[in-house]
């Protein structure tokens, strides 16, 4: 399974990241053009919303059994999820939880 979870980190990186590049491509480098265009509609916001609740969850739950464990790697997961998305973050963090076979 922790190959697996790698995978799809790797996967929810390159894949919304092509679709975030298209866009800054074709309307310039504006990062407030780009929220208000995930505000476009209710559908759009309620993506939004539900992504950001979403990770707010795992960033509780990070910081609560990185510290826990002190297994301090944990904490990539974080950035990972703002800057990229919890298609990233999630998978990753479960990859870096879980234990590697030696």
Do not use: Q
């Not at 996967?11 to 590049?21: A, C, K, N």
């Not at 407030?32 to 707010?56: E, K, P, R």
Request: aromatic share 16%; proline share 4%.
């Amino acid at each position: 399974m922790r190959w697996i979870f790698l995978a799809l980190a790797v996967w929810g990186s390159i894949h919304p990241m092509y679709y975030f590049i298209s866009w800054f491509n074709a309307n310039g480098y504006d990062l407030m053009a780009m929220v208000d265009a995930w505000h476009v509609n209710a559908a759009t916001s309620g993506l939004v919303w539900d992504l950001t609740i979403a990770a707010i969850a795992l960033t509780i739950w990070v910081l609560v059994e990185t510290v826990k464990t002190k297994r301090w790697i944990g904490f990539l997961a974080i950035p990972a999820t703002f800057c990229i998305g919890v298609s990233c973050g999630l998978p990753l963090y479960l990859f870096l939880r879980s234990p590697a076979k030696g």
